[in-house]
């Protein structure tokens, strides 16, 4: 009679449940170095797009400027972030009356100013002042910014258009505008 050899002499030793418990370690860290990837893209995704809204309003109170060139002192607005008021009287119905130009002024603020203080960027504040010895005026937007370039120093590497004194959470956009 043979008698069945097996396995039951040999003494188990643990090898490969190591290398398992290794390979879920470099598994799971893999996985937490995608994940900080993952964030750090969507924090720079809304600081460009914070940038992107900027232009675009900056461009839209250029093209009213552009538009109304009679009038175009009645646009300035110069106040600190965000510590300034603007108020602007009722705006006029330049919709269905026609306006003086002065009027259009109003009424374009109003609906500009409306707009970037109504959330399409947070924390929307602008200066609009005229260049010094030229016809061109710089149009300055300044937002709370919360993504990636909260970071102080890195603002500050990447150079900042904010007036003197703004804080450093806030980021800026100027646009010079030549009506």
């Known amino acids: 009679m043979r008698r ?3 396995f039951g002499g040999r003494r188990e030793r643990g090898v490969t449940l190591i290398e398992v418990l290794v390979t ?3 598994l799971a860290v893999g996985l937490l170095g995608l994940a900080g990837m993952q964030v750090r893209g969507l924090s720079i995704q809304k600081d460009a797009h914070g940038r992107a809204l900027a232009t675009q309003l900056a461009l839209d109170i250029a093209d009213r400027m552009r538009s109304n060139n009679a009038a175009v002192g009645s646009y300035a ?4 972030y965000p510590t300034g008021a603007y108020t602007v009287p009722a705006p006029p ?3 269905s009356a026609p306006c003086s130009a002065t009027l259009q002024a109003q009424y374009d603020m109003s ?3 409306t707009r970037l203080r109504g959330g399409a960027l947070p924390g929307g504040w602008a200066n609009i002042v005229a260049v010094a010895g030229t016809s061109a005026w710089d149009v300055t937007l300044m937002w709370a910014e919360t993504g990636f370039r909260t970071n102080t120093a890195l603002q500050t590497s990447l150079g900042s258009t904010c007036p003197a004194g703004t804080p450093a959470t806030v980021d800026c956009i ?6």
């Not at 607005?77 to 600190?80: A, K, P, R």
């Not at 100027?174 to 009506?179: A, E, I, L, Q």
């Open 93 to 95: 119905d330049c919709v």
């Open 77 to 80: 607005f110069n106040t600190s």
């Open 24 to 26: 879920m370690v470099i």
């Open 174 to 179: 100027t646009v010079r505008v030549w009506p």
């Open 111 to 113: 609906q500009w100013f």
């Open 4 to 6: 069945a050899i097996g």
